[in-house]
């Protein structure tokens, strides 16, 4: 375990980006953070945790503990959320907490601290009304949203609508280095 005084909690929700989270989590390390990994219950499905929790030297969380356990977690100073599903990123703007992922960008979000996410929806969920709404208002609230990039080597091999889009791993690094 790497990392600094601060700390990031990064927030992985389903999609084949968060497979490259032990990369993410290493770069946050060497500019300064400790870090701790939380997955939504989709997210489990990408990640490797057991990998997950070797890098950051602490469990992958992804689900609520119970009332009295003591938190494994320090608490975040700063949150990404990487890659943020159509669904997370419209959650987190109606305030719904039913994953502990949600719960704790929602609680960052009460509590000022800076929040980064890199939305991640295919081409018709990106185009969909609520989802618009969703990102200005994430902006509006101070939160910061880092986009994909044209040129996807994969060729859209996992969904239509993501032909072009590369993940914004690059972006987001250079986000962390700033907070």
């Not at 960008?105 to 939305?119: D, Q």
Request: hydrophobic letters at 45%.
């Amino acid at each position: 375990m790497a990392g600094g005084g601060r700390v990031l909690y990064v927030v992985a929700c389903g999609g084949y980006p968060a497979q490259r989270l032990p990369e993410f989590v290493a770069h946050a390390q060497a500019a300064g953070w400790t870090v701790c990994a939380v997955a939504t219950p989709s997210a489990t499905r990408f990640v490797d945790v057991a990998r997950l929790a070797e890098v950051t030297g602490y469990p992958v969380r992804s689900e609520y503990k119970r009332p009295g356990e003591p938190d494994v977690l320090p608490p975040p100073d700063a949150v990404v959320v990487a890659p943020a599903t159509f669904n997370t990123i419209n959650k987190i703007v109606t305030g719904i907490s039913d994953t502990l992922a949600l719960g704790l960008v929602n609680e960052a979000l009460g509590a000022g601290l800076p929040i980064v996410l890199a939305p991640y929806p295919n081409s018709a969920l990106a185009g969909h009304p609520a989802y618009a709404a969703s990102v200005a208002t994430l902006r509006e609230w101070g939160a910061r949203l880092v986009f994909g990039e044209p040129g996807d080597p994969r060729g859209g091999a996992d969904q239509a609508g993501r032909e072009n889009t590369v993940f914004p791993w690059a972006g987001l690094k250079a986000v962390i280095e700033t907070l």
